[in-house]
């Protein structure tokens, strides 16, 4: 008898907050989209994989194979993030299970000790019923990491102290959940110190109510002298009525793509509350992305007296198509909007389209022009070999039509990568190169509040626009030891003078020099800073299951701005668990 697994590489969150942020006529208008395609037959459960790239190689590597029909996955929706729904048949699920034991119900080795169990293969406590119905895992998480700029003149150590845990489950064939929570105290080296501090200075208008952001992981209050104290909290509940069809509400990240950036939905923002609804048919998967995103600025907005500070809300909506195509290529079209933010009460006028679900509408009706922030693209994979595939994506977020100051709105970008997997038909030794390129002035708006933003973070790639990126990673696994060495080489176009030559995606697209050549935007146009990042690390692979492990590392940046080298030497030791994406590599 054929079965059906499904598997999705999301990671999200709940939180305390999450009706707050959402509001009862999200809920009406979200049920209501869900009513709208609840269609067709049979049952399938979903989990979720971790939103973190190491980890998930060993299944990248296993798709990148060419399949027959048997397997259709559509890998752009797959590997980290909004890289969604696996459906694999005839069990071909099973090469996977080793890295999925939590959710595979591994049989016990009655001949192991259940202490070594614990430490190298299992979750730290397993709840299963007899009948195999419900299903629960419960393990903690942690971070403790130590480490010294070798560069910094001061000495100052640089450490992080995360503890926190998390609970998966599966009840029955068509339900699970996944709820997890981290408590934080960290300091960091120079440069993320500067842009932790720049976060506060973002909407210069309303600069008194500005919070420091961690790269990708929220707002964080002073700790002691120089460090940070910052709470995550996330989840997730899936359900699959349909065999064709999933539908999650969480608080969490979301990434599109096969690259390791997105220029179109990334993770490298905080959680952000959302509801998805994937449809998976054959060759083609559908999905419909609705989230609550915030500037972390009041933006007009009234806070009532004795109620904390209220931020302004912007609802989003996405899209996205993706088809596979014979057997080696697949194709993905995607439509993102920012809808207009709210108001000094921080209530939104919500629009029937705000949650129209068909792809490429909103776009036609509105254009790319528009108070509200439109911005469409498409993804591309094509399978060479069983071990090499090319990747790219197109993204689209205005188009000019004239000269003049229409070539402002000129504002598109576009990536090429390579994977190789098995490089030198080497086990485990795998390659990616990728190139970035994205023009000034894209993902902002006319409206500040409107740019493609949450958090006072990009929602695409870190850097934000008016740059280009070269990025190389070799990553080799032995056993349970690993080593990934990666190289990074950007060069972008920052402000000066207060100019805003289209480098900050928090700035308004209407605002550039009076001397700027219209006719000529180019590019890292600008004060043009080169960024060289390198790293180094090995590691031991503890438990796979909550992907502890053991890691040394050395990295070095610098960034390079008129003649000016500001250097940054790290070397860092950790012991962790390692279960998202974190970029400090910008």
């Not at 958090?455 to 990126?469: C, D, K, R």
């Amino acid at each position: 008898m054929n079965t059906m697994y499904q598997v999705s590489s999301n990671k999200y969150h709940v939180s305390s907050i999450w009706y707050q942020v959402f509001g009862i006529r999200f809920f009406r208008y979200s049920l209501l989209c869900i009513a709208c395609v609840l269609i067709l037959n049979s049952l399938s459960a979903q989990q979720n994989l971790p939103l973190n790239r190491e980890w998930g190689l060993k299944i990248e590597k296993e798709l990148s194979v060419v399949k027959t029909k048997e397997l259709f996955v559509h890998t752009n929706n797959y590997a980290e993030g909004w890289r969604d729904t696996i459906s694999l048949e005839n069990n071909t699920i099973t090469s996977f299970r080793p890295i999925l034991q939590p959710i595979s119900h591994p049989k016990k080795n009655k001949t192991e000790k259940l202490i070594i169990r614990k430490i190298k293969k299992e979750s730290l406590f397993i709840v299963q019923d007899t009948t195999d119905k419900f299903y629960m895992t419960i393990d903690p998480l942690f971070n403790f990491e130590f480490g010294k700029d070798l560069a910094d003149a001061t000495g100052e150590k640089v450490y992080k102290n995360t503890r926190g845990f998390i609970v998966r489950a599966s009840i029955g064939k068509n339900l699970a959940f996944e709820t997890s929570f981290y408590e934080n105290q960290a300091t960091y080296v120079q440069y993320l110190d500067d842009y932790i501090n720049s976060t506060n200075d973002l909407f210069p208008q309303t600069a008194n109510y500005q919070y420091d952001v961690i790269p990708g992981q929220g707002r964080a209050k002073k700790f002691k002298n120089n460090g940070y104290d910052y709470a995550m909290a996330s989840g997730y509940v899936s359900y699959s009525p349909f065999k064709i069809l999933n539908i999650q509400v969480g608080h969490g990240k979301h990434f599109v793509g096969d690259g390791y950036r997105s220029l179109l939905l990334s993770d490298n923002t905080f959680n952000y509350p959302f509801a998805r609804i994937t449809t998976t048919y054959k060759n083609f998967q559908y999905t419909n992305l609705f989230a609550s995103f915030m500037n972390l600025t009041n933006g007009g907005v009234k806070t009532p007296p004795n109620v904390e500070r209220l931020f302004q809300k912007k609802t989003a909506s996405f899209q996205m198509l993706s088809m596979n195509l014979f057997k080696r290529l697949q194709i993905g079209l995607f439509q993102g909007m920012i809808w207009e933010a709210a108001d000094t009460m921080n209530r939104q006028s919500l629009e029937f389209n705000t949650f129209n679900p068909i792809i490429g509408v909103n776009s036609a009706v509105y254009g790319l022009h528009n108070k509200n922030n439109v911005l469409v693209g498409a993804t591309l994979k094509l399978k060479i070999t069983n071990s090499i595939s090319l990747y790219g994506q197109y993204m689209l977020d205005d188009l000019a039509t004239k000269s003049g100051i229409a070539n402002i709105r000129k504002k598109y970008g576009y990536q090429i990568g390579l994977k190789y997997f098995d490089l030198f038909t080497i086990k485990n030794l795998h390659l990616q190169l990728e190139y970035n390129n994205v023009r000034p002035y894209s993902y902002s708006s006319e409206n500040t509040f409107q740019s493609y933003t949450h958090y006072n973070q990009a929602l695409a790639h870190p850097l934000g626009a008016n740059f280009y990126e070269a990025i190389g990673i070799i990553n080799y696994r032995y056993r349970d030891f690993f080593i990934q060495a990666k190289g990074n080489y950007a060069v972008k176009g920052n402000d000066s003078l207060n100019y805003n030559f289209g480098g900050n995606v928090f700035k308004s697209d209407n605002t550039f020099p009076s001397n700027q050549q219209l006719e000529n935007i180019q590019t890292t146009q600008g004060l043009k800073t080169t960024i060289i990042y390198q790293d180094i690390h090995v590691g031991y692979l503890v438990n796979p299951s909550t992907n502890f492990n053991i890691v040394v590392g050395l990295s070095n940046r610098s960034e390079i701005t008129e003649g000016v080298n500001k250097q940054t030497q790290f070397v860092y030791f950790g012991v962790r668990t390692s279960f998202a994406n974190f970029y400090y590599d910008f």
